[in-house]
């Protein structure tokens, strides 16, 4: 049996799928933790002035300007911020959010969470 119609339907499928569907995989996952009202109007690593309002981050190695999904691994909320300053200093952390940006993830209290990063933009 010739079921050669099948093919556009399927090609449509996994266009849709892969338009609405999160990539599967994390470039980096770990613990996030955030810092806010001690460094604000302080200068990043950048050279900006922390703006503690902002959704900005702090990050290890990933360049200046780079713009990362940060995903709740536990609630599955998440935020994009942009990467201006070098950090988190504490061992097993990822990234340091904005208090903007801890707050729109629902972390605030906790401090930390379990978090995916996904990279979206690199300079």
């Known amino acids: 049996m010739n079921h050669w119609w099948l093919v556009p339907l399927v090609i449509l499928a996994a266009a849709v799928l892969l338009l609405t569907v999160r990539p599967a995989g994390y470039n980096e996952v770990g613990i996030a933790s955030w810092y806010g ?37 536990d609630t599955g909320r998440s935020v994009v911020v942009r990467i201006n ?14 208090y903007a940006a801890a707050e729109a993830l629902g972390i605030l209290e906790r401090g930390t969470a379990r978090v995916g990063l996904i990279v979206l933009f690199r300079p």
Request: charged letters at 20%.
């Open 37 to 73: 009202p001690g460094f604000h109007g302080k200068t990043t690593a950048n050279g900006e002035l922390y703006d503690m309002y902002a959704f900005t981050a702090a990050h290890k190695t990933l360049p200046f300007g780079t713009v990362v999904e940060v995903v709740d691994l």
């Open 85 to 98: 300053d070098r950090g988190p200093f504490v061992p097993g952390r990822i990234i340091d959010l904005s």
